[in-house]
């Protein structure tokens, strides 16, 4: 992920007046503009990040790869996102010359909860990793297989009030990441995000949206399974404060729209053909995937609402998510119990976990009867 450059710039700019603020401001942006200077090849790339910023060498570094097979299988509370389906009033595109980002002014700020977190997080941007063709690009790494393009929705937790302040705590950021995945058709969606690429292909070049789209409108539709860690920023300063949390469902976008993000030239004017940074080691650290698979071994799911069968339903994207994916598939498709990459399926469940997810259950059916 890219740091939180553009929070500042954005700050420098609207405050005007005060000209001592500003130049104080004009500073700082200065500077952190320096302390971003990094890229992917040569004598600024990865390998030689360390040689400036100490954090990049630690031991809880990201990305990973993750195996699937060495996950630990958990029932983790309901992620609760908020305003994710509010259009914001305005929203950015800019260059930064690592990658593009999105900044939005919303009337509701989108905050993400629950799952592993604790405490409410607040959006701060969001912005892509990609590679020079389709066969790479992402930035974790599943089975050791990377996808072309990877989504970063970047946030701070509340009590810290910024991204460059949530820095300083081990639980300041988290980071929803999206994988995508190559498809015949353009994805409408990204349309004019697509279009307006062509308005930033400088560094420092930024454009507005016409029809600002709302964050459920860039992101898959499964927002129960997922895999979750703690790790770092993937850019200078890699700083170890980010809890991620990897959806499994890949956003699809066809080769042309993915194709369109190579076109941006870097801070040179180079083209920015990659910038996903290496794998780094997991150390001690343990992976979480979050499923529903349990809840279905207790076999209360006929217990629940009937509308609990038909999937996740991103309209219902302010109410506790996991309540409406909770059951879905498990008659459909036996099959949905093997991972779809080696067909394994998944380590056996203790007995702990079984009580885990009947409390979780309990506590699902509790709130869908009080909805
Ligand atoms: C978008 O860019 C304009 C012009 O640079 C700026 O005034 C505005 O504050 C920006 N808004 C957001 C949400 O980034
Ligand atoms: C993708 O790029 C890599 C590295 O440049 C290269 O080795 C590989 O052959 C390319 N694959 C395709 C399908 O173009
Ligand atoms: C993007 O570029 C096109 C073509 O140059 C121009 O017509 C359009 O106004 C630009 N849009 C924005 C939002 O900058
Ligand atoms: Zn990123």
Known sequence: MAGAGGKTRQAARSSGGVMLIASILVLSVRSFARAQDFGYDGAKGPSHWGEQYNSCTG???????INSLDVKKVNL???VFHG???APKETNLTNNGHT?????DSEVTPTVAGGPLSGVYEYSQLHFHWGDNDT?????????????MELHIVFFKQEYQNARTALNHPDGLTVLAFFFEIAPEDNPMYAEFIELLGNVTESHQSARFDVPPSLKELIAEDLLHYYTYDGSLTTPPCSEVVTWIDFKEPILLS???VQAFRALQDEEGHPLTHNFRPVQPLGDRVVLFNTDEMIKEVDLDKDLPPEAGEGVDTNKLD???KAAGVGSQSAKDPNDRKHPRNGAPFPSVNHWSLLTSAMVVVTLLFQSTIE
């Open 59 to 65: 031991k809880h570094q990201s990305p990973i790869n």
């Open 77 to 79: 509370p309901p992620l």
């Open 84 to 86: 994710f389906d509010v």
């Open 100 to 104: 593009v980002f999105v900044t939005m």
């Open 136 to 148: 790479f690009g992402s930035e974790d790494m599943i089975d050791n297989h990377r996808f072309p």
């Open 255 to 257: 080769h042309a729209q």
């Open 319 to 321: 109410t506790p998510i």
